[in-house]
Structure formats: structure tokens, C-alpha cells
């Protein structure tokens, strides 16, 4: 896994063409964002409608509109008519004739980040910086040896604990495992560690380690 030192976000009106072998990373500002439940299915619904707390619950409609808003861009189709199910182990995914496209999304309070690739399976994990009591502790629980030995090296730092984190949950999102789920190795996945803004530790992970995408970073203009 290795780090991006430099990452320029370009901003774009509309989802560019994805290029065979090109993997798309989106940041958009969950506040900003239109909630839009009419674009939602019914279970989508009810799960925003669920949220006690209002600011919650309009993040959460935010990140689902985003999703189909990007989706149906890419695919020619109207965000309500976004077809997606739940693939092994209860990973989202497209349905229907669009099952090529893969796409994973992560938000933290106001940020969110998606990517979305074809042919090629995909995770992605964002953390906004805040302290973490107990790092090598929650570390020790789930982390790998060499993992658990680098934070403990850095004197379980914070900035290290949160970039080793947002890369074991993007490896494990990749392949539709939970953080407590089967450890997904390097012989499975890759993975690039990177800033999203500040104060925001992000990472994606794609199931191809043989395979060094072209990525993109961008942003909707307006929405």
C-alpha cells in the first residue's frame, strides 16, 4: 500500500467518460448536497426516515442522492431508475445490465467520498481526524502484526492510526467484508492512502493487485 503525496481534485459538471483501466474517486460535501427521497427505494427510505437525529438523516438522503446522481451520469439512465441490490455478503452494487459497474462510498460527518470503476471491484474508506483513545488497543483487535508494530512505533499517532484504519476498511469494503470479517490479504487487493481535504485520512482499495489504475479525483461543480 503506498501513499499519494499530491492529489488534484478537478471539478467537473458532469460524470467524464470512464476510460477502460480507470478508477473515478468523487468528494462531495454531504451539507451542500440536495436530498432527494423521491430518487430513493422504498428500504432506502425507511432507513433515513429511521434517523432520530435530523442532521443525520438529511447526510444520510444526501449521500444516497449523490450516489444515484453520479451513477445515472455515467450510465444514461434517470437517477430514480438506478437499479441497485446487494451482492456477496451484502455488498451494494448496479443490477440489472449495468452489473459491470462497481462503485463503494464513505462518509464521515460532512464529507463523502465514492469511487466507481468497471470491471473492477472496489472499496473506499474516509475518516475525518479526531482523537482515538485506546488506538493500539482497537488496533490489537483487528489490525495486523506489522499494522499494530507501526502504530506502536509512532507512538500510536493519531494521523498513523487513522491512515492504517481507512486502509483496512477500504480493503475490507472492497470485497464486501466487515472490518471483523475474513482479513482480506495483499494477494487480493491493492490499495493507495491519501488526503481528501483538510483534516480527512482517506483510501481506496481494488481487487487486482496486478492492476495500477489511472485515477481521477473530482468534484461536482454544482449540483
Given at each position: 500500500m503506498r501513499h499519494l503525496t499530491r492529489v488534484?481534485?478537478?471539478?467537473?459538471?458532469?460524470?467524464?467518460?470512464?476510460?477502460?483501466?480507470?478508477?473515478?474517486?468523487w468528494r462531495c460535501?454531504?451539507?451542500?448536497?440536495?436530498?432527494?427521497?423521491q430518487w430513493l427505494a422504498p428500504a432506502e427510505r425507511q432507513r433515513q426516515q429511521a434517523f432520530r437525529d435530523r442532521l443525520a438523516g438529511q447526510r444520510s438522503c444526501a449521500s444516497r442522492t449523490l450516489l444515484r446522481h453520479l451513477l445515472s451520469g455515467y450510465l444514461s439512465i434517470p437517477p430514480w431508475d438506478v437499479e441497485l441490490v446487494r451482492g456477496e455478503h451484502?455488498?451494494?452494487?448496479?443490477?440489472?445490465?449495468?452489473?459491470?459497474?462497481?462503485?463503494?462510498?464513505?462518509?464521515?460527518?460532512?464529507a463523502a467520498l465514492y469511487a466507481v470503476a468497471r470491471d473492477l471491484e472496489v472499496g473506499i474508506d474516509i475518516e475525518r481526524s479526531r482523537e482515538i483513545p485506546n488506538s493500539l488497543g482497537i488496533a490489537r483487535r483487528v489490525m495486523s502484526d506489522a499494522e499494530i508494530d507501526e502504530l506502536a512505533s509512532a507512538?500510536?499517532?493519531t494521523a498513523t492510526f487513522l491512515r492504517l484504519w481507512t486502509c483496512l476498511e477500504a480493503r475490507q469494503k472492497c470485497l464486501g467484508e466487515g472490518v471483523f470479517g475474513r482479513r482480506v490479504g495483499d494477494?487480493?487487493?491493492?490499495?493507495?492512502?491519501?488526503?481528501?481535504?483538510?483534516?480527512?485520512?482517506?483510501?481506496v482499495a481494488w481487487a487486482d493487485p496486478g492492476v495500477d489504475p489511472g485515477m481521477r479525483f473530482l468534484e461536482l461543480g454544482s449540483f
Open positions: 488534484n481534485w478537478e471539478s467537473v459538471e458532469w460524470p467524464p467518460a470512464l476510460a477502460p483501466g480507470e478508477l473515478h474517486i460535501d454531504l451539507d451542500r448536497a440536495p436530498c432527494h427521497p451484502g455488498k451494494p452494487r448496479l443490477g440489472g445490465d449495468h452489473a459491470s459497474w462497481t462503485f463503494n462510498l464513505s462518509h464521515s460527518g460532512d507512538g500510536s499517532d494477494a487480493q487487493v491493492d490499495a493507495r492512502s491519501f488526503t481528501a481535504g483538510e483534516g480527512l485520512q482517506a483510501c
